[in-house]
């Protein structure tokens, strides 16, 4: 059975660009969120939705949005990029709206320059 | 203000000995307690989670003991082979918030 799938896996921008990253969770898991790891500490939680519904959101700016699909896919979009964007994105997919059983990707490696 | 913490950031063991990876978390309400382990360039893999309604839970050459007293959350690893290396987190649940909130991490390193 395939994991969770991130696309793409790296990614270069320029400052002030936009980016769309892509998650596709587990077959049958509803709820996907979002994590953003900085080199050399832990993630930090961006979004969580569930059923197509935000059900969380971090400290992140607005120029960090998400949405999640019909099938329940789930697209993360970064506005105005500055170069502490740079980071890991994780999205993470488990069956119910619970932090229980995440499972995670690979992560996108977005760089800033 | 919420806070998962590490006691080290590295730790070096021999294969074959025992490894005890430290955390510290802030935030008593806190009910549930994950450790990930993070390969260089993959995400996070589930190790083993415990409740705070427990004080240890066991997995496979792994043992997580959580004491409540102190916040104090650890990670025993049995027989530490090679491919334990890897960077450990523990990360920590607010149900009301539904999000993880991940420490620092501790890199381990296995000597031959």
């Known amino acids: 059975d395939a994991g969770v799938t991130q696309s793409p896996t790296h990614l270069i921008k320029t400052r002030g660009q936009h980016v769309t990253l892509r998650c596709s969770p587990i077959s049958g898991h509803k709820s996907v969120s979002w994590y953003q790891q900085v080199l050399g500490q832990g993630p930090q939680f961006i979004f969580q939705?569930?059923?197509?519904?935000?059900?969380g959101r971090g400290n992140f700016p607005d120029r960090f949005s998400a949405r999640q699909f019909p099938n329940y896919s789930s697209e993360l979009n970064v506005n105005a990029l500055l170069l502490g964007d740079s980071a890991l994105y994780l999205c993470a997919s488990s069956l119910v709206w619970a932090t229980e059983g995440y499972t995670f990707g690979s992560g996108t490696r977005l760089t800033v320059v | 203000g919420e806070s998962v913490g590490l006691h080290l950031p590295t730790l070096s063991v021999q294969e074959g000995d025992n490894s005890i990876i430290n955390c510290a978390y802030s935030?008593?309400?806190?009910?549930?307690f994950i450790w990930y382990k993070q390969e260089s360039g993959k995400g996070p893999q589930f190790i083993i989670d415990i409740r705070s309604n427990m004080d240890k839970r066991q997995g496979q050459r792994v043992t997580v003991l959580l004491n409540k007293t102190v916040k104090h959350l650890s990670l025993q690893i049995a027989a530490t082979q090679p491919g334990d290396s890897a960077v450990y987190f523990c990360?920590?649940?607010?149900?009301?918030?539904?999000?993880?909130?991940f420490g620092q991490g501790t890199r381990l390193t296995i000597n031959p």
């Open positions: 990360a920590e649940i607010h149900q009301g918030a539904q999000k993880l909130v």
């Open positions: 935030n008593s309400a806190s009910d549930y």
């Open positions: 939705y569930y059923e197509k519904e935000e059900r």
